[in-house]
Structures are given as C-alpha cells and as structure tokens.
C-alpha cells in the first residue's frame, strides 16, 4: 500500500503555504502521497479553492471542529506506521538542519500537524493564484520595487523594523532612479496614509476593505498583495515576517530586510 504524507497547514497565509511546499517537497523524498486537509478557522477564513488553483493531490477542504476532519484525523492515525510531526517536533528535529535524509521516515505514513515546514524547499511555483484572484492583478513595470510594512501583531517586525529605516531605503532608490516606483504592502493602514501621502504617484497599493483573518474578502486580499510582491524587481522585507519571505520565494527575487543593527 503507498504511502501518504498528510498535510494540515495551520494559522495564516503564508504559514500555510511553506507548510503546503514542504509537506509536498517531503513526500517527493519519501516517495510518498502527499494529501491536504485545509481547514477554515479564525486564524484563515478561506477555502483554498478560493484562493488558488487545483494542486494536483487530494484535497479536502474543512474545519478543524467537523466530522470530516476528525474521521479523516482517524484514519490517519489509525494506519501502521504513522507518525505526527506537530510544530514541537519539527522545531525540535528538523529547524535549521539542511542535511536532513529523511530515511528513518520511508515506509512511515507521515501526519503534518502545525504551522512549521518540514523542509526548507524555496520552490513556490506550485501555487497558482484562482482565477478569481487573478482579475486583481495589476501590470507592475518591470523595476517596480515591494515593499512590505507588517505590523499589528508582530512586535519583532515593528520593533526591528521601524518606518523610518524603510523611509531612508525608499529615499536613496529615488536618488539613484528618479522614476522607480513602489509596490506597498502592508497590514496598517496608517503606515499606508503615510507613505502615500510622502512619496505620492510612486506608491501603488491594492485598497483593502478589511483586515480581519476571519473575513474571506481580506484574506483575498492579502493573497493579491501577496502576488504582486512577489512580481517584482526585489522586496524590502520586514524582519520576522513569514510574508516577506514567502514572496521572496514565490518570485525568486532577492530580499532586501529592513532592520535595525542593534536594539
């Protein structure tokens, strides 16, 4: 009987996606089936057929608290051989390992419970955005830099990578080109005022009309700021922030992070 790598991707977005990448990459390397379980929850109010376009492998798509994710939580469970990799367990076995072979794993049926990647696979091109998505899309210029601003609940991102640094950045691209232009993304509204009021024409954004993870319409929206970072020329990224880095990786584009030397 073959054997399966079941994926569960939990909290946000991005988390989500480098847990999709790295549960499919460890599947590849263990010659198994890889199978999605995506689950709604406050944390991600959106099926992932809203969001992005079929990936090829079996896909549920739940909620944490249905019968259909706890019978599928049983069956898995209940195979020989399976083994749970919940966020402890990966941090704890395979954070920062390059090298891992993954060889005491073959023959395993593998359950991937949490927020964490398994792997460290850069390889995004997986993931196509739905159609639905892709009407959003604007025609960035070639040059075009992201810009990507969190704040909110990131207290690392806001305390190493205050506004100011992103402002001296922005001003010497303008001193080297005087038609750059900027795509900002950014989960604060007031940093977005800000910046488009100092810097006018050259910002381009994509006008939220919510930023709530338990609203489908914001989650839709985050992807398309999503995109279009990563189709640009480079990002400035904030420090500690899984959507910098995803977008990086989406579009195989260097990351430039914005953060203090010293605190």
Known sequence: MSKSVFIIPQAGLCNRMRVINGGIDLAHKLNATPILIWCNDKNLNSSFSNLFQNLDIKTYET??????FKILMYYAKRIKNSIEFDDDYIVKHFRGNNTHSFEEFKGKNIIINSC?????????????????????????????????????????????SPTELFVERIDQEIAENKNVKFYLATDDLNEERFIKQRYGDRIICYPKTSLDRNNPQAIKEALIDLYHLSKCSKIFASYYSSFSDVAAMWGNIHKEVIKKESI
């Open 63 to 68: 909620e944490f608290d249905s019968i259909l």
């Open 116 to 160: 964490q990647s398994v792997t460290l696979s850069e390889d995004f091109g997986m993931f196509k955005i739905s159609n639905e998505i892709a009407q959003n899309i604007l025609n960035l210029d070639k040059d075009t830099i992201g810009i990507h601003i969190r704040r909110t609940d990131n207290k690392k991102s806001v305390l190493f």
